[in-house]
């Protein structure tokens, strides 16, 4: 079987909580982020979409239990739901494919880890696709499928394409890929709520301001204002490192457990300089 060589991330900004995605109030949001529910939507569809035109590509819905104080139900959870309730946007192949290619990150809690944590995971949804690939063969032995599925290859993908607002691909492409030393193909699609000029201008000086500006501080997330805002949104190191870092061989982990508890350097901004498995 041949091994996927695409990542394909949709970013999640909210929680869905359904039954109905067109209805805002089934949506766990911000005030600010009134208005914007079609837009997700409108990502969700995009990932498929490009999920459909690959067949060698993994899609994941990126987002952790951002508000557990609400709900213990993760972003990217939801963003599939939307998927699957919108029958896949009628996008879906015969055989059927584009839904055992879809996965789940429960972990990333900002825009960096929308990134990272997914690909951290490549090889553990590479591991799992095998095992949903061979289980709906006819001819496929149920106890081979499992051993099959259940080795973990070491892979990565050559080609990432990530999905989110257009006013963050300078944050995703100036700041976060040269972070976790990315050298592979990028696509990039990016789409903005609804807003007139003047609302979409407000919000692009704010991102400039608190979001582009606070990570080119902050390369790594680790600083005082960014190490909050993971906390606040359910970032756990160590379950991170027990529920996935542990599943990865042994010098893989090694390699990947030095960029994700990277502490940026003295002043927050210097590179990580060691070895990547996706370099």
């Not at 756990?236 to 990277?262: I, N, S």
Request: charged letters at 25%; one cysteine or more.
């Amino acid at each position: 079987m041949p091994l996927p060589t695409h990542l394909i991330i949709v970013c999640c900004h909210a929680i869905y909580l359904g039954p109905d995605s067109s209805d805002e109030s089934n949506w766990l949001i911000e005030p600010f982020q009134k208005g914007e529910t079609d837009t997700y939507i409108g990502h969700i569809e995009a990932g498929v979409r490009e999920l459909s035109k690959d067949e060698n590509a993994l899609l994941v819905f990126s987002g952790g239990a951002t508000k557990q104080d609400r709900t213990d139900k993760s972003e990217g959870e939801g963003y599939l739901n939307v998927a699957i309730e919108r029958n896949l946007f009628g996008l879906e192949t015969s055989p059927p494919s584009l839904h055992q290619r879809m996965f789940v990150d429960r972990f990333a809690t900002d825009s960096y880890q929308n990134v990272l944590c997914s690909l951290v995971q490549f090889p553990l949804y590479v591991a799992e696709y095998r095992r949903r690939k061979l289980q709906t063969e006819d001819d496929a032995d149920p106890v081979t499928a499992a051993k099959a599925g259940g080795g973990i290859d070491v892979v990565f993908p050559s080609k990432l394409t990530i999905v989110s607002h257009e006013f963050k691909r300078s944050r995703f492409l100036d700041l976060h890929l040269p972070a976790m030393r990315w050298g592979g193909e990028m696509h990039y699609i990016g789409s903005n709520p609804p807003f007139d000029a003047v609302k979409m201008a407000e919000i692009e000086i704010g991102d400039r301001l608190r979001g582009y500006g606070a990570w080119e501080k902050d390369l790594y997330g680790v600083g005082e204002v960014l190490s909050r805002k993971r906390k606040v949104r359910g970032w756990d190191g160590e379950v991170f490192r027990r529920e996935v870092l542990m599943q990865l061989p042994g010098d893989v982990r090694t390699e990947v457990e030095g960029v994700v508890f990277y502490q940026g350097g003295q002043d927050l901004t210097a590179l990580y300089d060691g070895r990547v498995p996706w370099g």
